[in-house]
Structure formats: structure tokens, C-alpha cells
């Protein structure tokens, strides 16, 4: 029986779950296969598992005759033409046209994926292919050259990315023996067989190892549906037991105190997701992992008493992990990871999830929610579905008019991702988007020439979008394209230029496998110190209450210019120092407040922060206007003199921003119209050159403290009430930052050093993000620990004597001289916040 699931479609039936649990749920039989043979192992229906699989890839007669489905089948027969043609065309060391073999392991892994193709095109019911056997015959031909000549050779083999090697070609060549007639694919399967066990190097005993750090999260489903589908291939109920006990590690929630294998990659309690150790990774890695285990529980229905009370834990996924960071139909930049600098990128990222939410949705018991968030999302283009079946199982949910559309989130969410060190605030007509970075969380991800100039994307870059805006048009890969790296959204950086990783060693990656680091492509110094490294400070958290937010972080060097400094790095490896600041993010409803101290470029190099960068199409019709504080307008190019409030508007698009400062200090802000090629972010991007008008407002120089308010979709009026408005700097400095909003009655603070530290009303002992809320006779507190290292965090509410109501476990309130104490056991928390509710 599918779990039950609350009709409110935030809050899951079930629990988190941990490994043990998780694999409570599978057989016993399927848990001992592990090292038995298979007449020990689990009975598995190999028949129902292949069946299974053919129809999620190839459809249906039944499915594939619907006119939702003409789509996806027209684009499958038109692919495996242009790929029987290519293979026409090949020249010599070539089975497609344009695609050498030999040394290039993408090209290696292309030629396998245009043989699935053409074999799915003979396999899906209505394709004027369906049934072809001289097609089938050169899909079988292409396979045994392949492997002949390229694959087969374990000494030759292997080259280039891992990935390709245990992953990717593997899951064509199962896919493909699949679409194969039996008579086709029985030899061919023996050939490959025992050639994708040997490719999986990083594995143990030619399977998965559950130690190794490249089987994790999204590479483990990856790797463990293949072999799955291996399995039933060859009727081999060891081999599928084995996998799907496995696969089952990736549905346990990460216990960061107690890792399994070592393990960080997955879903988290608050609803992160980590790839790669350390990256904030939804939106790329996070998809293909929902994608694969949705797939894995359609493969393994009436197969075996496998996964049955899992949809649950996916659906948490969902709710909690992906609703948040989609906005109107586009995923959010903030974890996307490397795959920002991509052109497909944004709207065509829910695809996949899209699809997987609406299969889940035949798993669970109260679909509604579900369905309701799919007819609520922008429709999807169907033909980037893998599924014929997802398709017509999609159209129907949104061809229901008794299904009224409804989104996953509130009207009004605050979402603290503090295990990834990312923070989104919603509200109606906007969401708000922040990227932090710590000790534990990457500040940026570059590899394999993708996101070439990443340097600041994790030090406060934010994204504010706004609601009716085509996302396009302001974010994506043209906003990396055209907006200097060194002028991101919220990011303080050092006045310097800085050199690609391929400008600065001419390839992909810094190559020294002399070095006692040994790093090669895919070393794990490489990932510390080249494609993802970690800052070194551990403050960077924050706290909700109810709808609101705050968060902090204390920036810092990377990694990598730390073990420079020490002598850990060789001589000609290239390191960049960071500039420094203190900053804080308080997140009402009408604005967001943004507080920095201590903003130094050091080393006596100079430094500039950025308030806001937008793009604009050449020809919108994009406004500034301003005042400076005696009164008199703000204009363009004029006098360099602090402003008391700014706007941005795009009248072409009919959208604005404001900018309320709350302290004086100069503002250089204007319009620049800037032509890049794409390729300037990734190196395989096409060399398309994009024209933007480019929006910056920056603040220059070193500075003890500034403030200001981002004001999504402010009017001139409403900046202007600021002057007189309901927000008030409590403190600012490298000790504590606060704010009071004294219409919605808040007080809320970061305290970064040790304490007690004073912040208005409150007494705070130390480290923490605090938020209070009085009204009606009411006070809520919520606080937390940024560091994630604290055992209690303490604040007391001075004034009159305040009685508990209600308090979340592990918080104890008793009165003290002046006022009131509220302390949390914040011990192994990880970040998490604690709520009080006092009268």
C-alpha cells in the first residue's frame, strides 16, 4: 500500500527517513543478495521488468495512438533518421558522421546514444520504424564495432571523464540490448556484460561500492538502475536485488552527524540537496536523481515487494526540496551548480520534473496535491519527456477541469536551505533568492570548461524575480553572459581580474600528478581546490519565523588560497584572495534588508559592492529615477552623492525594483549596453553573441557599514515613504547586525562573535540568527545556530515577564532579572530553527 499523504501538499504522512528504515523496506531476500548467489537471491519477475522498462522508453499501442503523444513519437522517428543517415555518411574511424572515435570519450559516448535512438524508433508502436529489422540489424553491427574496437579494450579504454565510463555509455548500452530483439541482443549482451563491470573502476568487485565517493546520490541511481536493467536482461535475480538494495541508500535522509559510507550526497531535513560532497545541487544533479528513482519504482511495479512505501519519501522531495526553488515554471540559479552557464537552463529544468512528479502521482494514495501543482506550473513541453507514458498520464491531469490548479508553496514561504547554505523568501508578486557558502558548502562549482568565471557566485549573490517577468529575458545564462562576474547581484569583490582555469593552465583542469596532491582530472585535490572549494568560515545560517526570514554570512578565502598561503599547493598553482565582509539578509514582505560591516578588498586593493545588476533587451524602455536625501532627483551620470532611494523600471516589461537606503554613502549606478558570446561561460556553448542593456548599482570601497532595502515592484511613493518607514539598523557592525520592522513588529538580528551581544531589545549569547515577533499580546521567538557547532543558543527578551505557550522541543523559558530567556538545544541541530511562543 502507497503511503498516505496530507491533502495540504506541504507535509508528508511520513517521517524522514534513515538508512536503517529505508532498508527495513525492501525484502529480506533482496538484503542478502548482497553476497549470496542467486538461487538465494529474492524472486524477481524479469519478464514484468523489462516490459516495464520498454514502455516507460518506447510507450504503448494504446498510449502512442493519443494525439498528445503524436509529438514525442514524430521527434523519436525524425532522431533515428538523422541518425541512420549520419551513419550513412560515416567516414573512416567514424559510425556517425562527425563523430571520431578513438580518443574523444563524448564523442565514444554520443555513438552509443544515436545507436539507442535508432533501436527506440524500432521499438515504439506507431513509429513508421516500429518493427525494422535491417535497422535493428545496424544498431546490432554499430554495437559490435563499438565494442570491438573502442570499448572492449580495458587498457585502451577509459579515458576522458569517468563519468561516460560507468555511467552514461553504460545506460545506452543496456537501454539499447532492451529495444533489441532477443535473437539480436542475446551475444551482445554476454560481450557487454562483463566490459561495463570491469568500466566500474570506482565500484568494488565490478559493482557498486558503497565507499566510493563517486557512487553517491544522483551517480549511484544512475548506476544502479543500469544494472538493474542488466539484471533482468539476463535473468540474474542477484544482479537486481543487489541494485535496488543499493539504490534504496539514495531515499535515506542525510544525518550529517552520522554519515553513512561517508556519504553527504543527498536530500536533507530542511530539504537541501548535495551533489559532488559540497554543492547546492537541486536543479541539476538533485533533478536526475528524482528522475531516476520515479523511473526505478515504474521498473519495478508488480515486480518484486521492492520500494512500495517509498513514493512518500520522494514526495517530501517535492514538497519540500523542489516546490521552493521554482518560480512561476523557472528553477531557481542558486543550485544549479555549474549547469548555470548552460543554455538550456531555467525553464526547460522542471521538464524532468514535471514528468516524475506527475508518474508519482499514480503511487500515492492522495494524488491531489500533486495534480493540482501540475496544472498549476506553465504547461511543459512534452517532447523533452522521456515517457510516452508520462505524457498521456500529464495530459490528462492537466486536461481535468475538476482539478482546480493550486501551488506546493504558500502565497507566502520563507524556506531556510541551511544544510546547502541557501535561502528563498516568497511572496506574491516576487521571490528572493540568496547563495552563502561555508566551511561545509562550496562557493561555486566549475568543471569540464562549464561556469568558466564562477568566482563569486556563492559570496551573497542574489536573484530577485519578479512575478509575470519571462525569466529569460533577465536571468539564465544570458545574465552570466553579460553582467561582469566581479559585479554579480549582492556580491562584494576585490577591484582585480582574474583568469579562467583553462587561460590560466590551458585545459580543463590543473593537471600535476607528480604533486603528493596528485591532481589529475578527477583527483579529489582537484575538487577541493579547483572545481569546488569551500570557504573557510563557518558562519553562514539563519533563522524563520513563521513567513519571515533572516540569514548571515561572514565571507572568507576559499580553500584554496588558505592551503596556497600554508605551502600546501604547488609553486605554479594560481590562488585568489578574497575580499572581506559581514552581511545579513532580513526578508519581510515588501522588502528585503540587506546589511554589510567590515567590507575591506585587503591587501590594500580596492573594492566594490554591487546593490544590483538586471539585463534588459536593447530596445526596452528601462528607467532610473531617484532622490538624493535633501530631495533633489537622482540623475544618470550626475553627482556622485549619496541617495536616499533609487528605482529601476522596465516599462517594456512593466516591472521595477527599488533600492531605500538606509544609510549614506555614495551610489554609482547607470545603464551599459554589453555584447559577449555565450561561449565566455562555457566553452561548449555555441559562439552566439548576446546585446543586453545591463543595470548596475554599486557601492565603492572600503567601508565600516552600510544598509539598504530591496523593494521588489516598488512604486516612487512607496520608496519615498521609506524616509519616515518601518525600518530601523539596530546595529551594524562585525559583531551583530539587527533590524527592526515596526509594522510588522520584528525585531531580528545575527550575532557573529561571542557574546552576550545587545541588539535592541534582545540580549543574544553568542553566534546566532534570531527573529522576535510581538502582536496581539503575543511573542514569537525563532533562532538558530549559523555555525552548526554550538551546543545551546540563548537570547533574552528584555522587558515585562513573558509565560510560555508553546515551544518546540529541546527550547526551555524561564524568567530572568529584566526579562525573559529562551534557550534551545541547538546541539547536532544543523542549523535548524527552534520556536517559541510566549504571553
Not at 500500500?1 to 529480506?28: D, K, N, W, Y
Not at 557512487?215 to 539476463?234: F, K, P, S, Y
Not at 519615498?720 to 546595529?731: E, N, Q, S, T
Not at 524568567?815 to 530567556?821: D, E
Request: aromatic share 8%; net charge neutral; proline share 5%.
Amino acid at each position: 500500500m502507497s503511503p498516505s499523504v496530507s491533502s495540504t501538499g506541504l507535509e508528508p504522512a511520513v517521517p524522514h527517513m534513515s538508512r536503517r528504515q529505508v532498508l527495513s523496506l525492501f525484502p529480506a531476500a533482496g538484503l542478502l543478495a548482497v553476497g549470496a548467489s542467486p538461487s538465494h537471491a529474492a524472486a524477481v519477475d524479469h519478464a514484468r521488468l523489462l516490459a516495464n522498462t520498454l514502455a516507460i522508453f518506447a510507450g504503448t499501442p494504446d498510449v502512442n495512438a493519443r494525439p498528445e503523444v503524436a509529438g514525442k513519437l514524430a521527434a523519436i522517428l525524425a532522431t533515428a533518421r538523422q541518425r541512420l543517415a549520419a551513419m550513412d555518411r560515416a567516414g573512416e574511424g567514424e559510425l556517425f558522421a562527425g563523430l571520431a572515435l578513438g580518443t574523444d570519450d563524448v564523442n565514444l559516448r554520443l555513438a552509443y546514444q544515436y545507436l539507442y535512438e535508432i533501436a527506440l524508433a524500432t521499438r515504439a508502436p506507431g513509429s513508421a520504424l516500429a518493427g525494422d529489422a535491417a535497422a535493428q540489424q545496424r544498431v546490432a553491427g554499430g554495437l559490435r564495432r563499438l565494442h570491438e574496437r573502442y570499448f572492449g579494450d580495458q587498457q585502451a579504454g577509459y579515458y576522458g571523464n569517468w563519468h561516460n565510463w560507468e555511467i552514461a555509455i553504460p545506460a545506452h548500452v543496456s537501454r539499447t540490448l532492451l529495444l533489441l530483439p532477443e535473437a539480436l541482443r542475446g551475444d551482445l549482451t554476454a560481450t557487454y556484460l562483463p566490459s561495463m563491470d570491469a568500466y566500474l573502476r570506482n565500484g568494488k568487485d565490478g559493482d557498486v561500492d558503497l565507499d566510493s565517493r563517486f557512487h553517491t546520490g544522483a551517480n549511484l541511481a544512475d548506476i544502479t538502475a543500469n544494472r538493474i536493467l542488466q539484471g533482468a536482461l539476463t535473468a540474474d535475480d542477484a544482479r537486481v536485488t543487489k541494485a535496488i538494495a543499493d539504490q534504496a541508500t539514495v531515499f535515506a535522509t542525510i544525518d550529517p552527524y552520522r554519515l553513512q559510507h561517508g556519504v553527504t550526497d543527498g536530500y536533507y531535513r530542511d530539504g537541501s540537496f548535495i551533489q559532488h560532497h559540497s554543492v547546492a545541487y537541486t536543479g541539476s544533479y538533485g533533478r536526475g536523481l528524482l528522475t531516476r528513482v520515479v523511473q526505478t519504482l515504474k521498473m519495478l511495479e508488480g515486480v518484486t515487494s521492492g520500494p512500495q512505501d517509498l513514493p512518500g519519501v520522494v514526495y517530501r522531495w517535492i514538497t519540500d526540496g523542489f516546490a521552493p526553488l521554482i518560480f512561476e515554471g523557472w528553477m531557481m540559479e542558486i543550485v544549479k551548480g555549474r549547469a548555470v552557464s548552460r543554455t538550456s537552463t531555467g525553464y526547460t529544468d522542471i521538464g524532468v520534473v514535471v514528468e516524475a512528479i506527475a508518474d508519482l502521482a499514480d503511487h500515492v494514495e492522495d494524488a491531489l496535491p500533486l495534480k493540482r501543482y501540475l496544472r498549476f506550473l506553465p504547461a511543459a513541453d512534452t517532447t523533452a519527456f522521456v515517457s510516452p507514458v508520462s505524457i498521456a498520464r500529464y495530459a490528462a491531469i492537466r486536461a481535468d477541469s475538476t482539478v482546480p490548479a493550486a501551488d506546493l508553496n504558500p502565497a507566502e514561504r520563507s524556506v531556510a536551505f541551511n544544510a546547502m547554505d541557501r535561502t528563498v523568501h516568497r511572496r506574491p508578486g516576487y521571490a528572493f533568492a540568496l547563495s552563502r557558502n561555508s566551511e561545509r558548502i562550496s562557493k561555486y562549482e566549475y568543471m569540464n570548461g562549464e561556469n568558466l568565471m564562477p568566482w563569486f557566485q556563492g559570496d551573497g549573490a542574489y536573484y530577485l524575480y519578479l512575478a509575470g517577468e519571462d525569466q529569460r529575458e533577465v536571468y539564465g545564462v544570458d545574465y552570466y553572459t553579460a553582467v561582469s562576474p566581479y559585479r554579480l547581484a549582492g556580491v562584494t569583490a576585490p577591484v582585480e581580474e582574474r583568469r579562467t582555469v583553462p587561460e590560466l593552465y590551458g585545459r580543463f583542469w590543473y593537471d600535476n600528478p607528480g604533486h603528493p596532491l596528485n591532481f589529475t582530472s578527477s583527483s579529489e585535490s582537484q575538487n577541493a581546490y579547483v572545481y569546488f572549494p569551500r570557504g573557510e568560515n563557518a558562519f553562514s545560517g539563519g533563522a524563520t519565523l513563521g513567513a519571515y526570514g533572516v540569514a548571515g554570512m561572514v565571507q572568507s578565502d576559499d580553500a584554496a588560497y588558505t592551503a596556497k598561503q600554508a605551502g600546501i599547493l604547488p609553486d605554479d598553482f594560481v590562488a585568489y584572495r578574497n575580499a572581506r565582509a559581514t552581511k545579513s539578509w532580513f526578508m519581510f514582505d515588501d522588502e528585503i534588508v540587506v546589511l554589510a560591516a567590515g567590507v575591506s578588498g585587503q591587501g590594500g586593493r580596492d573594492v566594490v559592492t554591487t546593490v544590483d545588476s538586471r539585463i534588459a533587451a536593447p530596445g526596452d524602455a528601462v528607467a532610473l529615477t531617484g532622490e538624493h536625501w535633501d530631495g533633489r532627483p537622482w540623475q544618470p551620470g550626475g553627482p556622485i552623492a549619496p541617495p536616499r532611494w533609487l528605482r529601476y523600471a522596465n516599462g517594456t516589461r512593466r516591472t521595477a525594483v527599488g533600492y531605500a537606503f538606509l544609510t549614506r554613502q555614495p551610489v554609482t549606478a547607470g545603464l551599459e549596453t554589453v555584447t559577449r558570446s555565450r561561449r565566455v561561460v562555457r566553452a561548449a556553448n555555441p559562439d552566439t553573441s548576446i546585446t543586453k542593456n545591463v543595470f548596475t548599482a554599486t557601492i565603492a570601497g572600503d567601508h565600516p557599514a552600510f544598509a539598504y532595502a530591496l523593494v521588489p515592484n516598488a512604486t516612487e511613493p512607496a520608496l519615498r515613504a521609506y524616509a519616515d518607514g518601518p525600518l530601523a539598523v539596530l546595529a551594524n557592525n562585525r559583531h551583530v547586525q539587527a533590524v527592526r520592522h515596526k509594522t510588522l513588529g520584528i525585531v531580528a538580528c545575527n550575532v557573529f562573535s561571542q557574546g552576550p551581544r545587545p541588539a535592541g531589545s534582545l540580549l543574544v549569547d553568542g553566534p546566532a540568527s534570531v527573529m522576535v515577533r510581538s502582536s496581539g499580546g503575543r511573542t514569537v521567538v525563532a533562532l538558530s545556530d549559523p555555525t552548526m557547532g554550538r551546543d545551546r543558543v540563548s537570547v533574552v527578551v528584555h522587558g515585562a515577564r513573558l509565560r510560555l505557550d508553546t515551544a518546540d522541543e529541546g527550547v526551555t523559558v524561564r524568567r530572568v532579572p529584566g526579562g525573559t530567556l529562551i534557550q534551545a538545544t541547538t546541539h547536532h541541530a544543523y542549523g535548524r530553527t527552534f520556536t517559541a511562543t510566549l504571553r
